[in-house]
């Protein structure tokens, strides 16, 4: 054969050689020939396992719920009622929370400032008149005269009507103050109070405030419930007091206590037994969990 034939075949095979040892990536593990993309059929096992992970994790979830099937009720006790007095609002159990919505108007009995007026009085007084006064003028001895003079005498003495001035004090009831309750943080010293048989509590603590609304909630406790389970709203009363109105009394005043006195003036007078009172709007709801009722 040719020489030439040779070299030319000795060539084809070295050139056949290097084709065939890199045309993928072999199984001996040499990084010299990386994958530089995934395949879509990669990625879809890639997502496959993924979801099969989430799905685990949701078997799981519902594995650890499944032991618990209690939820959280609210109930509406109240809506925006008017009270004035009590009210009922039902059964109640330990670990209920009363959530509260209070808006209060207080009414304060109002009178006038202490006025005067003046009227025409009169009385009597004891009078004697003269008769014969003495013609002439001399030393006259002190009253009553002694020995008695000649020329000084009495006519019949009697009672004359004296007239006068008198001023006459007065006190009117006027219109009722009506004005917010101020409700502070410290819900103690609020009149409206949750009765539970003989014994009343506060409405908890203020968890929010909008406007002249006061929002807060109350957690009912064993302790709370040892005698009975039903509760109402209760408005507590301040005390009442005496009020006189009309005439009150006199100011400066001619002949008072003087024989048969008199005055035009009104002196009628009365005793009103007045007390400052609240109400209250409330919106009333109990939490509680289901499986405990």
């Known amino acids: 054969m040719p020489l030439k034939n040779i070299t030319c075949l000795i060539f084809l095979?070295?050139?056949?050689?290097?084709?065939?040892?890199c045309g993928r990536c072999d199984k001996s593990g040499d990084d010299s020939c990386q994958i530089q993309s995934e395949s879509p059929d990669t990625i879809n096992n890639d997502n496959g396992s993924g979801s099969g992970d989430d799905s685990g994790n949701g078997r799981n979830d519902d594995d650890n719920g499944g032991g618990d099937n209690s939820r959280t009720i609210t109930e509406q006790l109240l809506d925006h009622e008017?009270?004035?007095?009590?009210?009922?609002?039902?059964?109640v159990q330990p670990d209920d929370v009363l959530h509260f919505e209070i808006e209060g108007v207080e009414t304060v009995p109002q009178f006038s400032a202490i006025y005067e007026r003046s009227y025409a009085s009169s009385w009597k007084e004891f009078f004697c008149?003269?008769?014969?006064?003495?013609?002439?003028?001399?030393?006259?001895?002190p009253f009553p005269p002694i020995p008695p003079r000649p020329d000084f005498k009495r006519g019949t003495c009697h009672y004359i009507t004296v007239p006068g001035n008198c001023r006459h004090k007065f006190r009117n009831r006027i219109a009722d103050k009506v004005e917010q309750v101020v409700i502070k943080d410290d819900l103690k010293k609020l009149k409206l109070k949750l009765v539970i048989g003989d014994k009343d509590f506060p409405l908890g603590e203020v968890v929010e405030r909008k406007e002249n609304k006061v929002f807060s909630k109350l957690l009912l406790t064993r302790e709370m419930l040892t005698q009975e389970r039903e509760a109402k709203l209760i408005v507590q009363k301040y005390d009442a007091h005496n009020v006189k109105v009309g005439f009150i009394g006199f100011g400066s005043c001619n002949g008072l206590g003087s024989r048969d006195f008199k005055t035009t003036g009104p002196t009628n007078s009365s005793n009103l037994t007045v007390r400052a009172m609240q109400e209250f709007t409330v919106s009333a709801s109990v939490e509680y969990i289901e499986n405990e009722r």
């Open 129 to 141: 008149p003269l008769i014969d006064p003495p013609a002439r003028d001399f030393p006259r001895p």
């Open 82 to 91: 008017l009270i004035t007095d009590s009210i009922y609002l039902g059964i």
């Open 13 to 21: 095979v070295v050139v056949m050689l290097n084709i065939s040892g």
